[in-house]
């Protein structure tokens, strides 16, 4: 794959794939900015996961960044979270 076909999946100006989530930044550094998307091919109806970086400041615009394109899958995250009881208990106090 060259940059300009990685660049329209990217841009969502491809018609064999599809964006399914949100560009996220994922890590940054003090002239980078790395980002990632989800795409999932038509073709093939396979997932993949776009990474790329950007320059941070304007002095870095149009610099030759890193990227990837690899095959990913989906998995399930199961998350403990805490909230209040109706009608518990609440000790307030102040100094």
């Keep these: 794959m060259e940059r300009q076909e990685f660049n329209e999946i990217v841009d969502g100006d491809s018609e064999d794939y599809l964006h399914v989530n949100e560009v996220t930044i994922k890590d940054q550094s003090r002239w980078s ?28 615009d ?16 199961s998350e403990t979270k805490w909230r209040p009881v109706k009608d518990g208990i609440l000790i307030e106090g102040s100094r």
């Design 62 to 77: 149009g610099q030759d960044e890193m990227w990837t394109f690899h095959e990913v899958e989906s998995y399930t995250v």
């Design 33 to 60: 900015i790395y980002k990632s998307i989800v795409v999932q091919q038509f073709s093939t109806a396979k997932f993949f996961e776009c990474y790329w970086g950007e320059g941070a400041t304007e002095i870095q």
